[in-house]
C-alpha cells in the first residue's frame, strides 16, 4: 500500500474543469441524447484473424467468475442463462431455467454442449458449480444462494434448486457469474491455481483459454464448437493498458482494436476519430465513495451526508466525466429496473428522491452536530492509476474543506485496492474508498442488499455494521414476494429509509463506453458485457 496527497497541482486541475491533454472540453462538453445510446452493434458479416482488445482494468487476479470481475471471463465461463445487451435473459447453456413453484427453481440443459476439452456439460458440473457459491459466506456470488436450500440432479440432464422462501432475484443472477459452468473434474485436480495463469480453467463458451503470459496479455481462440456458433474473431487476445492515455493511443493508432471503460477525458479525441468511433451504451455504473469501517469520521452518517451536500454534482460530470454522465439521486441505477414489469413503481419512488444540491450552510451544521473530532483527517483510498478516481478524490478533498474537514487521500496499487473488498486488514486505517460501482444483472436489489443487508444475508459489503431491522424487513420481503409489484412497493420503501443514510454518496452515474475500430460490429456495448459473452458476435463489417 502507498500513501500519497493529491497534488494542490491536481486539485487546481479539477476546479478549473481543464483536462488532461489541455483542452477545456470538460466546460463544454454536449449533453449525451440517450436515445442514441446502444445495447449492441449490428451483427457481424464476415470472419477476422485476430482482434486485441484493451482492458483499462489491468491484468486480471483470476478467470474464475467472482473471484474478480473483468471482460475475459464472459467470454470463457458462460453462464446457464445469458444476458442480452437490453438486459433481458435468454437461455444460455440453460434451455430453460425458471421457476416450477414459488421454491423449487428447475434447470434444464441444453443437449449436446461440451467444455472445451470435448466433455459433455453434466448435471454434476453445474451442482459442482453452483455449490461453490452456496457454501462459502465470503464468496462474491453468495447473496444470490441466501434462501438455497438444496442443489440436486433431477434428471439425466436436470439440476433442482430448492429454497427456503421464494426468491425474486435468482433467475437474474443465473445471467451472471453466478451462473457460470466450470468443468469440475478439471477444477478439483487444478485447486488453489484454479483461473490462475497456472492453473487456468476448463469451461464451455465461445472462447478457449490458450495462453495467459502474466504481465503481458491473455491469448484466446475461437471454440469452433460454441453451442450458439463459431465465433467469427479466431483469435482474441487481452492487453493490459491500465493507463488511460496510453489506452486512448493504443486504440486511435490500431495498435488495440476495441476497449472498454475508454477514459472519459478523451471524448473529444474519440469522437473525432477517423479509424473507430465512440459507442454509449446504457449502464448501471456510478462513481461514488463509501465507508469501509464501522468506526471513524466515514462511519458517521452526518458526515457521510455533509459531504453530499458539499459537491457540485454537475461540476463533477463536466470536469471528471466530461458529459458522459448524468445525476444520480442513489446508488441504484435506473437501467437496473429497466426490464422490470414494476418499472413505473420503481421509476416513481426514484423521481420522489431529493436530487443531490450543494447546501455548504446546511453541511456545516451536520458537521457540527455529528460530535466528531474534526481534527482528524478523514483517509479516502482509491486505486492508483486511475485518473477519474484521482479526479473524484481531489473534488471530495477540495468539498470537506469548504465544510470544516480534511480529506487524506491514499492512492493503492491495484492489486491492494481489490484485496479491500474480501479482507478486512487490507481496508487498514481507511475511512472511505472511491470506486466504480455497478451491476452486472438485472435486479434492483442486487445492489444495495451488499451493504444494508447483515453480511449472512449477503451484506458482503456491509462494513459499518448497518442495521435497521426495518430496512431488513423490507429488502426480504421484496425478495421474497412472488408479485412483481409487491416486491417493488416493499423495495422503495426500504429505498425511503437507506438512501439518506449514503452507504454509498453516489456522484454521477455514468454510461458505458465503448471504442471499437471501424472494421468491427457485433460488440455488446452496454454494462451487460461485464457477464455476456460480449465477443460472442463480434467481427467483421
Known sequence: MTAAVAAAGALALVLSGC????????????????????????????DVDSVTWGLVEGEPLSLIPGQDYNFVSPNLCTSLLTLNGDFTAAPGIAEKADWVNPVTFQIDLRDGVKFWDGNPVTPEDVVYSLTRHWKDVTDAFYGAFVFVKSISITG????????TAPDSTFRDAMTGGSGAVLEKAFSEKAGKALGTAAGGVMCAGPYKLDKWTPGQDIVTTANEDYWDGAPKVKTLTYQFISDGATMTNALLSGDVDGAYNVAPSSRATFESAKDGKLYLG??????????????????????????????????????????????????????????????????????????????????????EESGEDTSQPINLGIPAGSKELSQTAAIVQSAAQQIGLTVKIEEL?????????????????????????YTETPGVLTYPQLFVLPPEQGGIFNWTGYDKPEVTQLIQSARTATDPQAAAESYVKAQEIFAPDMLQVTLAGAYHTTFLNNRLTGAVTSVASYSTPWAAKLGGK
Open 282 to 367: 446504457p449502464s448501471t455504473s456510478s462513481f461514488s465513495f463509501g465507508p469501509v469501517r464501522d468506526t471513524g469520521l466515514g462511519a458517521n452518517i452526518k458526515i457521510r451526508q455533509a459531504l453530499n451536500l458539499a459537491i457540485d454534482r454537475q461540476q463533477y460530470i463536466q470536469t471528471v466525466l466530461h458529459g458522459l454522465g448524468y445525476v444520480q439521486s442513489t446508488f441504484v441505477a435506473p437501467f437496473s429496473w429497466s426490464g422490470s414489469p414494476a418499472a413505473d413503481t420503481y421509476q416513481k419512488a426514484y423521481d420522489a428522491l431529493p436530487e443531490p444540491k450543494v447546501d455548504l450552510e446546511a453541511a456545516k451544521k451536520l458537521v
Open 19 to 46: 483536462t488532461s491533454d489541455g483542452g477545456t472540453d470538460g466546460d463544454t462538453a454536449k449533453p449525451v441524447d440517450t436515445d442514441a445510446l446502444v445495447t449492441a452493434l449490428p451483427a457481424a458479416t464476415k
Open 156 to 163: 439425466d440432464n436436470q439440476v433442482t434448486v430448492s429454497f
Open 413 to 437: 496499487q491495484a492489486a491492494d485496492f481489490s484485496a479491500i473488498f474480501v479482507d478486512k486488514d487490507a481496508r487498514g486505517d481507511l475511512d472511505l474508498i472511491s470506486t466504480v460501482g
